[in-house]
């Protein structure tokens, strides 16, 4: 019978690794067949066997002994070949024939040796070595027949005793070749069915170990790691020193003891979001049909952390069976996420806003109504170019870096200044009286000394959501920008300076 092609190749590596245990425990057998000869001594000793010899006796005995040690040599040599498998149960059948024709007839004897034959597990093997095996039983009749008709009473002639004899053989043999056929064939197909269902779990047993040690190796990139499985509803923590699994019961608990436990540290403003995230009840409709989710919360104690559950496994509807829950903390990441944006929304040379941080600033300012007292001031530094050109641009650095100090001086509490361009500055003030806030800083620029016979000079326009209901963030820039320009044009005017808006 041969094995089905689904895990032949692991039926066959059974067979070999059989064959080669079988080989070596057939080997033992023969070297106690050696112990035949004395036996059979006791026995004629004992008056058992007055048909035989002693001389027999040391003729079985050295035979088996030669055998056996012939079967040794072969089995050194190739452990798992059939020959000496063969080999083995042919020698056996030499030593019954010997034994017949010294007149030592053990009958059932014969029938042992194909038996033996299906420890291999092969019926194949078994109908070969029963086939060999009733050749050497009717060479046994026909050895023995002489003695047998001269020593009974009820046959005069030798081959109707040796064709009596033969028959009785040749039913016998059917009868053990069905039988043991049938017996093979019950044993082979339960051992590839234990095979498969063997291969089945270690397969299973190979991808679960391969995954607890890819974990493990996650488990010193995270924080925290954690093995849901959903199929033998447990969990198992990978991080830490208690790696034991622990069961999951869902009819009781809504998080795993993991989550429950990082709960205890989670913000109070975190802490809803978190638990809601980390809800082992609906975790696996969450994911259908997905790789992960994230979610981000504060711990009291470490900072920023990112939780993140993982599919690992699912099953035909698309559900997760085997999630892996993670934990990592990321207070370093927001640091330096803080302080990117930081940089990017800030201007290098004043440490004010830029044009990116003013944009965001009025994004949100449109989904509401602008407060009553909100103005837009519209600056521009007057006379950089100038200072430029004969001072350089350090000394121009220096100008807009004083204008820029001044201005967020004044504004102060009252609300943003942005550095918007080279010269330019928008600044986002709540107050209620414009003009006047307006006159203030006229009278004060007017005695800031940049360099030494050098005082700084600015033109500034607003524009007022009192004065301009109607108009959006957007129009109140463009109309500040127009009183400014108005009033930079006025001081060009006032110093005698002939050039376009600057």
């Not at 990321?330 to 990017?344: P, Q």
């Not at 009286?433 to 620029?445: A, G, H, M, R």
Request: net charge negative; charged share 25%; hydrophobic share 45%.
């Amino acid at each position: 019978m041969q094995p089905s092609s689904e895990g032949i190749a692991d039926y066959q590596s059974f067979l070999l690794s059989n064959r080669i245990r079988v080989n070596g425990y057939l080997n033992i057998v023969l070297f106690c067949c050696v112990l035949t000869g004395p036996a059979i001594a006791l026995g004629i000793a004992a008056g058992i066997f007055n048909e035989t010899s002693y001389g027999i006796c040391v003729q079985i005995s050295s035979a088996m002994l030669i055998l056996a040690i012939i079967h040794k040599m072969i089995i050194n040599i190739q452990q798992g070949s059939l020959f000496s498998s063969y080999f083995a149960f042919v020698a056996m059948d030499l030593i019954l024939l010997q034994m017949s024709y010294g007149h030592v007839s053990l009958v059932l004897t014969w029938f042992l040796i194909p038996l033996l034959s299906l420890l291999l597990c092969s019926t194949r093997e078994f109908v070969i070595t029963t086939a060999i095996n009733y050749v050497f039983m009717v060479m046994s009749a026909w050895l023995t027949a002489p003695y047998m008709v001269a020593n009974r009473g009820d046959y005069t002639d030798l081959m109707p005793y040796f064709l009596h004899t033969v028959g009785g053989y040749t039913i016998e043999t059917f009868i053990m070749l069905g039988a043991g056929h049938s017996l093979g064939v019950i044993a082979i197909d339960y051992f590839k069915d234990t095979m498969k269902k063997y291969n089945t779990i270690s397969d299973k047993e190979v991808l679960l170990n391969e995954q607890l040690v890819l974990l493990k190796s996650m488990a010193r990139i995270y924080d925290m790691v954690n093995l849901i499985d959903f199929e033998r509803m447990t969990e198992r923590p990978l991080s830490g020193t208690a790696i034991d699994e622990m069961p999951l019961d869902l009819s009781k608990y809504s998080h795993t003891r993991m989550a429950s436990k990082l709960a205890e540290h989670i913000a109070l403003e975190h802490l809803d979001s978190f638990l809601e995230f980390t809800d082992i009840t609906t975790i696996q409709k969450r994911l259908k049909d997905r790789k992960s989710i994230i979610g981000e919360f504060v711990d009291v104690n470490s900072g920023w952390i990112k939780a993140q559950y993982i599919v690992s496994g699912c099953n035909k509807d698309g559900y997760p069976t085997l999630i892996i829950f993670t934990v990592q903390n990321i207070e370093n990441e927001k640091l330096r996420e803080d302080n990117l944006i930081r940089i990017a929304m800030t201007d290098e040379l004043t440490m004010l806003g830029n044009r990116r941080s003013y944009d965001e600033e009025i994004r949100t300012y449109k989904e509401e109504v602008l407060p009553y007292d909100l103005v837009i001031f519209s600056i521009d530094v007057n006379g950089l170019k100038i200072v430029n050109d004969t001072r350089g641009h350090s000394a121009g650095d220096k100008l807009i870096r004083r204008a820029a100090r001044f201005i967020k001086e004044m504004v102060g509490n009252m609300g943003q200044v942005f550095r918007t361009g080279g010269d330019e500055f928008i600044a986002i003030v709540k107050t209620q009286s414009p003009e006047i806030f307006l006159d203030t800083i006229k009278d004060k620029v007017s005695s800031l000394e940049v360099f030494p016979e050098y005082t700084l000079s600015i033109s500034v326009g607003y524009a007022a959501v009192k004065d301009y209901p109607d108009l959006d963030l957007k129009g109140l820039e463009k109309m500040a920008d127009n009183k400014m320009y108005e009033d930079k044009e006025a001081y060009y005017k006032r110093m005698g300076i002939d050039r376009r808006r600057k």
